[in-house]
């Protein structure tokens, strides 16, 4: 089962900043946390992820809570392209542990 | 673009047919992923193969029958599927560390007559 919860869905005015949360109150101290999204007749795309540190790449930043309960990705300037289904994953950091998907949040981005 | 590489894009087919799908990926990982997704759900995972070995079956039907010949490659042999076998098959590969993302291929769309 999926560790984490998400909002079924979010609007975005295109340009805004989008934030999408993420609650993970189980969360071990082995387990990163993982974003991706899917673009409708795509696979999943992967983000970025983080284990205990705000992290920020090309695509998106991501803030951690300090607890580690709940995070949120950033998406800072949204375009059409950004509307897509995002996935908030936790996975363990040891081995080869598989993603486990959740329902995601379907964030629409709203010219 | 994806580095994984899915063929075929579409594919239908009978309840009593014979198919393969295939996963290809040059990125040198070491492990490899089914999942498969119905229309508006998320992904559900399937098989993973770590070095070329089954790792992981999720209680997958036996019509379903995945085959790793190489490190680069992942099959999925398909056999007396039913009607409720139609969905998105996606292939997934990462080097065997939790710090690694695993990257998606576009998946085939799977239709059974």
């Known amino acids: 089962d999926a560790k984490t919860t998400q909002p079924p869905s979010m609007d975005c005015a295109e340009g805004r900043a989008a934030n999408l949360p993420c609650n993970h109150s189980t969360i071990s101290g082995n387990e990163y946390v993982y974003w991706y999204r899917q673009i409708h007749s795509q696979g999943p795309q992967y983000i970025i992820h983080?284990?205990?540190n705000n992290e920020t790449n090309e695509m998106a930043s991501l803030i951690i809570t300090e607890d580690r309960k709940s995070s949120t990705l950033i998406l800072p300037h949204a375009t059409l392209r950004d509307t897509a289904v995002y996935y908030c994953?936790?996975?363990?950091?040891?081995?080869?542990?598989?993603?486990?998907f959740g329902k995601g949040t379907r964030l629409s981005v709203i010219a | 673009d994806t580095e994984v590489t899915q063929t075929p894009k579409h594919l239908v087919m009978g309840m009593t047919n014979k198919k393969s799908l295939k996963c290809e990926q040059h990125m040198g990982h070491r492990a490899m992923y089914w999942y498969k997704q119905k229309a508006k759900k998320p992904p559900e995972l399937m098989f993973v193969?770590?070095?070329?070995?089954?790792?992981i079956n999720e209680s997958v039907p036996s019509r379903f029958s995945p085959e790793c010949p190489n490190s680069s490659l992942l099959n999925l042999h398909l056999h007396a599927l039913q009607p409720e076998d139609s969905a998105l098959y996606l292939c997934?590969?990462?080097?065997?560390?939790?710090?690694?993302?695993?990257?998606f291929g576009d998946g085939t769309r799977l239709s059974i007559l």
């Open positions: 994953i936790v996975r363990s950091r040891v081995g080869n542990t598989p993603l486990v």
């Open positions: 997934a590969s990462s080097q065997l560390d939790g710090n690694q993302p695993q990257h």
């Open positions: 983080g284990l205990k």
């Open positions: 193969y770590s070095y070329e070995k089954l790792s």
